[in-house]
């Protein structure tokens, strides 16, 4: 995909790109760099500070830092921050959603994880909390990706190509109860995705927990996450339709 807000040629005719803006793509990248080289040229006297605590681990290795001669110190330590910093930095951009709208697809990418959806199949799109969701006409979920992106430069988008964004979010909402292990009422194996899928989110196993939400799915079953106020994430679910 390319840039953000972009219009780009496609089978589908003008295509609109949406996804985070340049101070977010760049932004990011820019402060942890920074923050790695500032904290790298730190190192030395970091060390030297520590070593004079009473216990501290890695004492072998700080003591190592803190027989560098200074210019030598400063400058790798400067160079190793800067490495981490875009290393985090690049896992920051994998993060990031990216929408591409055009009149006969909308197609969803996050990091190397892509979904689409045709036109005609589409029923509503919205937004829920952080993700991007978009369901078909009996409300059975096309697909769906979580990202932070704007709601505003995303509604102009899918209104745009003729697709029927709601701003208030989820139409059925009301129809969704919480999972409980050993649910008579779902499909066969749907409990056993179900709890797979509880012990990825208690571990912030987001890929994970998108992968079995897509199983889910393919077994006609709609999930959605809420986090409950001293519990934690929790999977609540309706068959579409419902």
Known sequence: MTSPDRAVGTAGGAA?????????RYGAAVLLTGLGAGAGALLKPLAG?????????LAGPLRLIDALPPVPALIGGVLLG???GLVLAAADAADHLYVAVDREWLRLRRGESEASA?????????????????LGHRGEELCSRAGDVSAARL?????????????EGDPHRAAYRLWVPELPDLPDGANALFASRQRALDRDDWAEADLLRAELSNLDVVVR??????????????????
């Open 82 to 84: 800067i490495v981490a």
């Open 155 to 167: 509604a102009g988008a899918l209104r745009s190509h003729g697709y029927p964004w709601r701003d």
């Open 16 to 24: 609109t790109v949406v996804g985070p803006g340049p101070a977010e």
């Open 118 to 134: 045709p036109r005609t199949a589409v029923g509503c799109v919205f937004l829920d909390g952080d993700r991007l969701v978009v």
């Open 225 to 242: 996450d809420e986090k409950v106020p001293a519990v934690g994430q929790r999977q609540f679910w309706r068959r579409p339709g419902g």
């Open 49 to 57: 500070w520590a070593l004079m605590l009473p216990w501290v681990p």
